[in-house]
């Protein structure tokens, strides 16, 4: 963005009460990142007052600064627009910087898979056109208008991660963003404590429509019974279904994985073969969305062929790493929920990359009351003939461990409360150039440590 204060205050429907009239080409919420050019935003909370950092804003370069109306003190000689809430004047841009902006806007939900998905699309799209995309995890009520403040105005395409934790947030983002095309990966079982249900879950990611453009469409995960009584509920929303069973208009008729990342084929809407540097039945049906918005925006299958094979996930989603003695570990350790944990000891059950197959796991936060029966379920699709060992972390893990306790050994199977370094040394002596690691537990677990000491 490049808008003057006056612009600004325009949005805002405020008065701007200095004769300064700085041109602001960013926004941001904190000094640590902040850069020439910006717009600050203060907030006051419980712990921070934000308004202690006005001044360090502007000896970084800060153009102007907003301020509560009811903070005292505002400092004198540098430009300054009063507002009422500094989280409502941040989305009252956002909303009136996006109503000036032609771009085509892309709003990505689901229980697993947002963060991967958003790749797919921007990477999908990136090498035919200006595209944007979410940050980080900056797909909340601050993070998204943030990123649509951060659009340059001939950004083509603006892909949108939109994350929630209770009904109402995504009809928010959905609505700020009135995004053309949105897809919902899956329902899993994160935010369960919150949302009551998988059913409440899907209700919740469905608000994506809200904000959706009429001639927009939905492209949703058809193998999920959950999502299909929305579908029919919304007739006029123009939607299309992906996944692998046969009434899906794209589906995966075939996979094969390497050490390069994963082959495959479609069937439906398109009837081609592709491939992906990324691992997992999972991350090629998150590639079918990718695949149906390049066939929606007009790219063909050999464009879309071509930006497949140079795809970069963000890190920590099924993310190959070499390990010493030629071991290969896959980081997968970002997030995990029932769901996702299945599908990655799914792909590494069928992976014939190496023979000697390891799991470890660490806890799923935020299931709720059911959170035991979650993690002890995960043990039935878990089999010494499949997996030389099993290495598993978190208080929560313990019920998995006893769930296997009988069927693998001392030297197969350990279990660790709080210590990494525990995994680390058990591990150390049995990994060799037929092992394969999957590792993977929520991010509060923190389980990339356990890779640290074993890369090349």
Not at 319 to 344: H, K, R, W
Request: proline residues 4%; charged residues 25%; aromatic residues 8%.
């Amino acid at each position: 963005m490049k808008k003057t204060l006056a612009n600004i205050a325009e949005w805002l429907h405020i008065q701007k009460k200095t004769d300064d009239n700085p041109v602001v080409t960013g926004v941001s919420i904190n000094t640590r990142t902040i850069k020439p050019g910006d717009l600050f935003i203060p907030f006051r909370g419980e712990q921070v007052n934000g308004h202690r950092f006005v001044q360090d804003a502007f000896a970084k370069g800060a153009a102007a600064s907003l301020w509560l109306k009811d903070e005292p003190n505002p400092p004198e000689g540098v430009p300054l627009l009063f507002v009422e809430s500094g989280e409502e004047a941040l989305q009252q841009m956002a909303r009136a910087y996006r109503a000036e902006l032609h771009s085509v806007f892309i709003g990505i939900t689901g229980s697993n898979g947002k963060t991967s998905t958003k790749d797919l699309v921007a990477g999908m799209l990136s090498p035919y056109f200006s595209v944007k995309k979410t940050e980080g995890n900056f797909n909340n009520e601050l993070g998204l208008p943030l990123t649509i403040l951060s659009l340059e105005e001939d950004t083509e395409f603006a892909v949108l991660e939109m994350g929630m934790s209770s009904f109402g947030e995504i009809e928010f983002l959905s609505n700020l963003a009135k995004p053309k095309y949105v897809v919902i990966t899956n329902i899993g079982e994160a935010h369960m404590q919150d949302l009551g249900s998988r059913e409440g879950i899907a209700k919740a990611k469905f608000e994506i429509i809200a904000g959706l453009d009429a001639a927009g469409q939905l492209f949703y995960d058809g193998d999920e019974p959950l999502l299909r009584p929305f579908v029919e509920k919304n007739p006029n929303v123009q939607a299309k279904s992906f996944g692998v069973q046969e009434q899906n208009d794209l589906r995966i008729a075939e996979v094969n994985f390497t050490e390069q990342g994963s082959a495959f084929r479609v069937e439906g809407e398109l009837n081609e073969t592709m491939s992906i540097p990324v691992l997992g039945e999972h991350q090629v049906k998150n590639t079918l969305a990718a695949l149906l918005i390049g066939k929606e925006v007009g790219l063909t299958a050999e464009q879309m062929r071509k930006s497949l094979k140079q795809i970069v996930l963000t890190d920590m989603r099924m993310q190959v790493i070499e390990g010493v003695n030629d071991a290969i570990f896959i980081n997968d350790a970002y997030n995990a929920a029932p769901t996702s944990m299945l599908a990655a000891i799914s792909f590494l059950e069928k992976s014939s990359i190496k023979t000697e197959k390891w799991l470890v796991l660490g806890d799923m936060l935020e299931l709720g009351e059911n959170e035991r029966q979650y993690h002890e379920d995960i043990s039935k699709s878990i089999s010494n003939k499949r997996f030389v060992g099993v290495c598993l972390y978190g208080p929560r893990m313990e019920w998995l461990y006893n769930k296997l306790v009988d069927q693998f050994t001392d030297e197969q199977l350990i279990w660790v409360n709080d210590d990494t370094e525990k995994l680390v040394s058990f591990l150390r002596n049995k990994i060799n150039d037929r092992s394969i690691v999957l590792v993977k537990g929520s991010r509060g677990m923190q389980l990339e440590r356990v890779i640290e000491p074993f890369q090349k």
